[in-house]
């Protein structure tokens, strides 16, 4: 990529965007993490996705954050609210499960100056379980670039660690919000199709788990996993080695869900994933048959 001088740090106008639903005792920390960076965003807006705790006598606090209001939507509602009414020309999104070390603003807009054609970078993350330090294993590798096939195993993007352009996720179509989970692999996964994606090896969130109301404990999950990768194959935009990935990915996600729901004893469930799969088994051989 080259270099920019029209791009400064004073034009990169940021807004922080931070869902929260009942989750009060998580979000001075998420706040204060915010305000306290050394390179401070434009603007930040907190909306609250119908909570009945004191999110709003917390919210109270600061008089620098904007708080929405909105009946419980969901996670992906939450954010595209919140982009909606950001006037930043950037977007920073924060599960208020988390929080930013305080350079990690300063560490986005630096490297958006030295690659102004890069319109997304996600950060590296520390990750907390439980109130203790755990290590990210092989498979959690993060890569910058072109990272598509990155993106299919697994979801190596935080919510928490991207800046995105605003305009560009507005075209993406934000956040999908008939996902209930897994709405950002869904939305990576379109992101990285079109876009190279840059990524600071730097762990600049701390994203916490392993507490009760998170979605991404349950069991299940691959049934949104495997609708986002159908999503990609319908779309027709993939070329054909990006399908054959893809299609190797929903196979592997038919799988993991015929399995799951044998060993629940759910017969019905595993029979309907396992035609599913016969039927991706099909179409894979037509796309390598093309290849």
Known sequence: MQLNSMRTANNLTISVI???????????DCIESVVQQTSLADEIILIDDGSTDNT?????????VYYHFQKNKGPSAARNAGAKIAKGEWLAFLDSDDKWTPQKLQWQRAFLMEYPLCNAVYTNEIWIRNGLRVNQKKKHQKYGGQIYKRCLPLCIISPSSILIKKN?????????EEFPA?????????LALHE???YID????????????????QWGLDIYRLKALTKMIDSGELSNAYTILTLKEIINRCKILII????????????FFKQEMQKWEYQLCRALESK
Do not use: M
């Open 182 to 190: 897994c709405e950002d692999y869904d939305l990576w996964l379109r």
């Open 260 to 271: 799951g729901y044998r060993n629940r004893g759910k017969s019905a469930e595993a029979d």
């Open 196 to 198: 190279d994606v840059g």
């Open 202 to 217: 730097e762990p600049l969130i701390v994203k916490s788990g392993g507490h009760s109301d998170q979605l991404s404990r």
């Open 168 to 176: 560009l996720f507005f075209k993406l179509g934000g956040f999908d």
């Open 18 to 28: 931070i869902p929260t639903y009942n989750r009060s005792s998580w979000l001075i």
């Open 56 to 64: 709003a006598e917390i919210v109270k606090k600061y008089p620098s």
